[in-house]
């Protein structure tokens, strides 16, 4: 391949990369602040306090900043399919179209429906199809994360294909088993819990920032007290099927995980890594000094802790016989690094909801500064570990675009130039700075605003948009 057509390849990826990553901080906001609005207003409908009412509107309004910000930065990533990766497109359009397919045409579109109900529904709709319009928003964003993730977890794991020798292309035989992989059902669930810790440490991190102040503590405090315990029980859960996917991620992409913690050589009982360092290379073939905790990894990889750990040169070998000559590890230090940003922000914040838990059974959350303090600061953590976790999934699956099938150089438009790449690399990346600047702007200010005051006969008037 041409200097260009590499240089093209990294643009392309470059760009992908910065819009997913991008796109991805607005998608676990959504979910989670959709689920946790719905539950704010079941608690106005059973109790009518209208500290929950003012909780649902306030919550709500920045659950519609973050979905329509979703939506703006989604659409790039579907148009990037055909301009800087046709060839990744004719290889799997007959399988990878069909997921997104459903999720435009089915999730979107009852997500959009539902949630155009819940908005001008205030005084229109009755209390409990008013209240029902909003669950539905929160599981149709739920079904749409489904739909991307199977489409996602296709290119991890291959399922349900067979290959075309005469077209050279893969074609769908089950829609069933490309929607029920392995792959897709844990990604699911540790994505929807990664949502629930996304959404609940923002709520936390905003009612901190007001309660300090002792503003609205009645509306904050009550919603802090819904968020904490979700986020101690969600931070766990993640912990748990973080752990069995592991041993899953094990069989289906053995080098992924030896690049996680920097296993080399296949060994059995083999200890988690806590600190290594090696030559600064994309495979350095070994480390320079490794401390680790004995037997661990073996564990987490495969549930037992004198088991065999496949080493990354052992695996490299093994893939060239298979696939031909090439380096098949991902740039290690990358996925050595990125899982361990991703652990240990999800045993933080796992860490902070017990605590937090803690402190609202002993009632002493609003008296405890330091914690909401560090509340406010430690919500940044899900949007780290968020990016962590999807450069660890996609950058530790390379060479591959799609595992074992097709490699990502391979992929890529031909007959796009770098030239070309760099401009829309660069329209992208200052288009995606401007709607940072104002998307921030705008949501720090709604949240700095806090909750609406209600005024007699207000519950029942229309919903219109952010102007209430």
């Given at each position: 391949m041409s200097s260009i057509a590499m240089t093209s390849l990294d643009l392309a990826r470059w760009q992908f990369g910065i819009t997913t990553l991008y796109h991805f901080i607005f998608v676990p906001l959504t979910i989670g602040l959709a689920f946790f609005t719905a539950w704010y207003q079941t608690r106005w409908y059973r109790t009518k306090d209208e500290k929950w009412l003012r909780a649902t509107r306030f919550w709500g309004k920045l659950m519609l900043i973050s979905f329509a910000l979703g939506v703006a930065t989604g659409i790039v990533q579907e148009f990037q399919f055909g301009m800087n990766w046709s060839e990744y497109s004719r290889f799997v359009g007959d399988i990878f179209g069909a997921p997104l397919a459903m999720e435009g045409l089915a999730a979107f579109f009852v997500e959009s429906t539902f949630l155009g109900l819940w908005i001008f529904g205030w005084g229109r709709l009755s209390p409990k199809v008013h209240l029902i319009t909003m669950w539905l928003v929160s599981a149709s964003t739920i079904l749409s994360a489904y739909f991307i993730l199977a489409a996602n977890s296709w290119m991890q794991h291959p399922v349900g294909y067979e290959l075309n020798e005469a077209t050279g292309k893969v074609e769908l035989t089950s829609i069933w088993a490309v929607l029920t992989n392995n792959t897709a059902l844990y990604a699911m669930t540790h994505t929807m819990l990664a949502a629930l810790l996304t959404g609940g440490m923002v709520i936390a991190g905003i009612s901190a920032w007001h309660l300090l102040r002792k503003n609205e503590v009645s509306v904050f405090h009550s919603s802090m007290r819904i968020a904490l315990p979700t986020l101690a029980v969600a931070g766990l859960l993640t912990l748990v099927v973080g752990h069995f996917n592991g041993v899953l991620m094990t069989e289906q992409q053995p080098m992924k995980m030896a690049a996680a913690d920097a296993v080399f050589e296949t060994e059995s009982g083999v200890g988690l890594s806590l600190f290594a360092t090696g030559d600064f290379e994309g495979n350095p073939g070994s480390t320079n000094r490794n401390i680790q905790m004995p037997n661990a990894l073996s564990f987490i990889m495969t549930g037992k802790p004198d088991s065999e750990v496949k080493g990354i040169n052992n695996l490299n070998a093994e893939y060239q016989e298979k696939f031909g000559p090439g380096e098949y590890a991902p740039i290690v230090w990358?996925?050595?690094?990125?899982?361990?940003?991703?652990?240990g922000c999800g045993?933080?914040?796992?860490?902070?909801?017990?605590?937090?838990?803690?402190?609202?059974?002993?009632?002493?959350?609003?008296?405890s500064p330091r914690f909401l303090k560090i509340s406010m600061w430690a919500a940044s953590l899900p949007f780290i570990a968020s990016a962590a976790?999807?450069?660890f999934t996609e950058m530790g699956r390379q060479p591959w675009v799609v595992f074992g099938l097709l490699e990502t150089e391979n992929g890529v438009s031909p007959t796009v130039s770098a030239g070309e790449v760099w401009i829309t690399l660069v329209g992208f990346t200052a288009l995606y700075g401007v709607l940072a600047i104002i998307a921030g702007r705008l949501f720090f200010k709604t949240a700095g605003k806090g909750p609406a005051e209600v005024e007699e006969g207000d519950a029942d008037k229309p919903y219109l948009g952010l102007a209430y």
């Open positions: 990358i996925s050595y690094w990125s899982w361990r940003i991703m652990l045993f933080l914040l796992a860490l902070f909801g017990l605590i937090g838990w803690w402190l609202n059974r002993k009632d002493k959350l609003t008296t976790g999807w450069i």
